[in-house]
């Protein structure tokens, strides 16, 4: 893998596309993503963003933002202020193109150096997204953050599968993804599961009961409708369905996601979000709820 330092010039990024409707600004540690060659990585919706690769080959590039917190109290007044006007609030997504607790955030802490940043320039609303346990690293600086913001961690988890035949392992285990969500439940923080991109499930009921335990709540989002191209057909280029349906016909569906959507509610009722609705915390059974609490 390339890793390179970079500095950006505004780490606040105006949301638009999928995330319009979730939040008011994304914001990228990283640029590229270490996690890229793992199981996620297969149909990572960020590899067809030519913008983002500029040809690279996914997982193989890292630019660090080493300047990102220097960024980030520079421009959060002015963003803040435009959020507040244009878009009801100032809620950023860390991250939608990147891991923020990738490995290499050990050897940069650019993430950590953004979360001590918004202690002094807080957000309104602050959704943490990640693929991985070392978010338990982060934990004391997200209590002191969710004293000061609205606060959630969503912690990818697709499937109760360890693996997928024919495709890479996960970047993480399964199980110490859910017992991250669960730690992070005990202590105290807003966990939400993301499955997402929904995977063939092996027991829905075990699973979903498990995360109820886990997490807050559960946002399930398919490839269809979440990767941002017609009728999924960015994901459809990719060995994703392929496998999907080798595990279970019929997943690569979006009446499979209606299946677990159920199983989910039987398990987390009124606790389940499905595709943008969901990442934006409105959950099924409570229409009014706004977009960013
Ligand atoms: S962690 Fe996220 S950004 Fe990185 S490869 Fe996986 S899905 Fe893509």
Known sequence: MKVEAVEVRN??????????????HSLQPY????FGRSLCGVGCYVRHNP??????AWGEFLEVRGNAAESYRKHAPRERAWAREARGGFGIFLSSATDPFLPHEQRFGVTRSVLAAMQDE???????????????????????????????VHLSIETDRERLPGLPPPA????RRIEAAAA???????????????LPIADPDAFFARLASACDAVVIDH???????????RTRRTPLPDAMERV????????YRDEMVAAARRHLPSRVGVGADGFAGRWLDHPGQRAVS
């Open 223 to 233: 490839f269809i409708g979440g990767d941002g191209s017609p009728d999924g057909a």
């Open 31 to 34: 640029r590229g993503c270490s």
């Open 172 to 175: 993480v285990p399964v199980a």
């Open 51 to 56: 913008w983002v690769t500029a040809g690279r």
């Open 122 to 152: 807080p957000p309104d609303v602050l959704i943490v997204q990640t693929h991985s346990d070392a978010v338990l690293d982060h934990r004391a600086a997200l209590l002191a953050l969710a004293e000061r913001c609205d606060l959630r």
């Open 11 to 24: 780490v606040l990024t105006r949301a638009s596309g999928y995330l319009r409707d979730v939040c008011s």
């Open 248 to 255: 279970h016909p019929g997943a690569s569906t979006l009446a």
């Open 184 to 198: 992070l439940h005990a202590a105290g923080l807003r966990v939400v599961a993301t499955v997402a991109p929904l």
